[in-house]
């Protein structure tokens, strides 16, 4: 579902964010994507949905190059930022339209979705209001609601649990799941190593745009914690 070969990107002040960066997420996978501050994911993951041109190497989406054609890569993915930037001036349920129109989903599919999603993260009764009135928690979770309408192949995904309580994180991933069940699959980056470790069937772990370790996470953690092998191999690197 999403191929990376050999991804480079260098900053125009000389920094190296990503560095020979090759792996592979397929359909099924919720993978994650971990590192520390500064190691390279937002920058991978920025380069992955087309939002930050790269010099060197190949990113495909579903068969198809991200550069070489942007716009079919772009139909089958979702993309969540870190801090998602909303339409502050539309209500919430005429952004999920606008989402919608954009992505073509008829509107008695979009109106099914939007109904079941917006109920179970409990901002139904909040759809009438302007975005800029919602709480940083309010806009992740209409942000998520309008990524999951269209259905995505692949869903990007940077940092999604941040601002999220409890009851909304428990949906989000009971919604990622089903996403991959499926033939769906999901990229994400996360600080939360609990969650990583329950969450994903495959990780990677990154620092300095180094990939140090990918794989399949029951055979990368052994018998240990996430935590404890994140610790050891990015203090052996």
């Known amino acids: ?9 260098t900053y125009k002040n000389g920094k190296k964010a990503v ?23 937002t920058t991978t993951i920025r380069a992955v ?8 190497g190949e990113i495909f989406i579903d068969g ?5 054609d942007p716009i079919a890569c772009k139909s089958v993915t979702a993309y969540i930022p870190d801090n998602p930037d909303l ?3 539309l209500t919430g349920i ?9 992505f073509k989903v008829p509107q008695n599919e979009a109106d099914v979705l939007i109904k079941k999603y ?4 409990e901002i139904t009764a909040n759809l009438g209001d302007l975005i800029s009135s919602y709480s940083h928690g309010m806009k992740q979770k209409l942000a998520i609601i309008s990524a999951f309408i269209h259905s995505p192949k692949l869903l990007v995904l940077d940092e999604p649990f941040v601002g999220l309580d409890p009851k909304a994180a428990l949906e989000l991933k009971n919604m990622m799941h089903d ?9 994400f980056s996360t600080h939360v190593l609990d969650t990583a470790e329950k969450l994903c069937n495959k990780i990677a772990i990154i620092k300095g745009g180094k990939l140090l370790a990918h794989g399949i996470t029951e055979e990368i953690l052994g018998d240990s914690s996430l935590e404890e092998v994140f610790m050891e191999v990015v203090s052996n690197e």
């Open 87 to 89: 339409y502050d001036n």
């Open 94 to 102: 005429k952004y999920l339209n606008f989402i919608r129109d954009v």
């Open 118 to 121: 917006a109920d179970a993260f």
């Open 1 to 9: 579902m999403l191929k990376i070969k050999n991804l480079s990107k």
């Open 19 to 41: 560095d020979n960066l090759t792996l592979t997420v397929s359909a099924g996978d919720i993978y994650g994507f971990i590192g520390h501050n500064g190691a390279g994911k």
């Open 64 to 68: 198809k190059s991200v550069k070489q």
């Open 179 to 187: 996403l991959c069940d499926k033939g769906g699959a999901i990229f």
């Open 49 to 56: 949905t087309g939002v930050l041109d790269f010099e060197e």
